[in-house]
């Protein structure tokens, strides 16, 4: 049972490109979650998908920021006009349920906006 | 506002000495607490948990305690191993899936 995979593991691009990361959940999880952690500091919580809906995207910024989780396929977190600051580490997390349901995470996309 | 809060960002520990961790909160509406170990360039990886009608869970050579009053928990590592060389991230949660991490603390075991 493979575990949550991201991917690309590392991602450059250069200021005013499209940022796409991908997240494809544990086998049998419908719940995915998105955090970022810049340097130095913990994970904060960015969105809160269901397959096809945002149930909570408190966490995303208002701006340039959306995230997807289709019917087929991984779930999706789209970065537009990236800028130095979106330069982070992503991580996605999935459970089977909401709640305190465990929450397992994958290893992360490294965006690095040059 | 930082509501979940790791003061040390560091410890050393001796190899088969015991490890603690520290985490304050401040929301009394936490009321499920875990600790994740994360190695460099690897996701979190859950390590233990506890819920807040519980003041201590004990998993192999991990205890987690909670103190609700102080609004305070820890994590025991005994015997330290090189091995848990690692960061450690306390989270929190409301009854809900939105964890709240805090800023983590880099254990170094010593050989």
């Known amino acids: 049972n493979a575990g949550v995979m991201q991917n690309p593991r590392h991602l450059v691009r250069r200021r005013g490109q499209e940022a796409r990361l991908r997240c494809s959940p544990m086998?049998?999880?419908?719940?995915v979650y998105w955090y970022r952690q810049l340097p130095e500091e913990g994970l904060k919580f960015m969105v809160y998908?269901?397959?096809?809906?945002?149930?909570?995207e408190s966490g995303m910024p208002k701006e340039r920021f959306s995230a997807e989780f289709p019917k087929e396929g991984p779930s999706i977190l789209r970065i537009q006009q990236v800028v130095r600051g979106d330069s982070a580490a992503y991580f996605c997390?999935?459970?089977?349920?909401?709640?305190?349901?465990?929450?397992?995470f994958g290893q992360g996309t490294r965006l690095t906006v040059v | 506002d930082q509501q979940v809060k790791q003061n040390s960002p560091s410890l050393s520990v001796q190899e088969g000495r015991i490890s603690i961790l520290n985490c304050d909160y401040t929301?009394?509406?936490?009321?499920?607490f875990l600790w994740y170990k994360k190695y460099p360039a690897e996701g979190p990886t859950f390590l233990i948990s506890i819920s807040s009608i519980k003041d201590k869970n004990e998993d192999g050579r991990f205890t987690v305690f909670l103190n609700k009053s102080a609004k305070h928990l820890s994590l025991h590592i005994v015997p330290s191993q090189p091995g848990d060389s690692a960061v450690y991230f306390c989270?929190?949660?409301?009854?809900?899936?939105?964890?709240?991490f805090g800023t983590g603390t880099r254990l170094k075991v010593l050989a």
């Open positions: 997390a999935s459970s089977l349920g909401g709640g305190n349901s465990q929450a397992f």
């Open positions: 086998k049998g999880h419908s719940h």
């Open positions: 998908l269901q397959k096809e809906n945002i149930i909570d």
């Open positions: 989270a929190a949660s409301s009854g809900t899936y939105k964890y709240i």
């Open positions: 929301n009394s509406m936490f009321d499920y």
